[in-house]
């Protein structure tokens, strides 16, 4: 199973989206919650060049926004 970590804030709606469509698949993740992390915004900065969220990273593999069909390919997603 990759690692995944997904860049997150309580008040993004997209977020909440990624979070749960991950859970239906059944797919672990850690959520970094990068309003109270200063040290993971950072990090996102530095992944991504931006300070956008949701941000997934699968196994160094950076999606930025909730990217549903490239999350489902390079996790072997079929619905």
Same mark, same amino acid.
């Given at each position: 199973?990759?690692?995944?970590?997904?860049? /997150?804030?309580?008040?993004?709606?997209?977020?909440?989206?990624? @979070?749960?469509?991950? @859970?239906?698949?059944?797919?672990?993740?850690?959520?970094?919650?990068? /309003?109270?992390?200063?040290?993971?915004?950072?990090?996102?900065?530095?992944?991504?060049?931006?300070?956008?969220?949701?941000?997934?990273?699968?196994?160094?593999?950076?999606?930025?926004?909730?990217?549903?069909?490239?999350?489902?390919?390079?996790?072997?997603?079929?619905?």
């Amino acid at each position: 199973m990759p690692k995944i970590k997904v860049y /997150s804030t309580p008040t993004c709606p997209y977020c909440q989206l990624l @979070k749960e469509y991950l @859970k239906e698949h059944n797919i672990d993740f850690e959520d970094v919650d990068v /309003s109270k992390d200063q040290a993971a915004l950072q990090e996102l900065q530095e992944k991504t060049g931006a300070l956008a969220v949701p941000v997934v990273d699968i196994d160094g593999e950076i999606i930025i926004g909730f990217d549903k069909p490239k999350i489902d390919q390079i996790l072997n997603i079929k619905d």
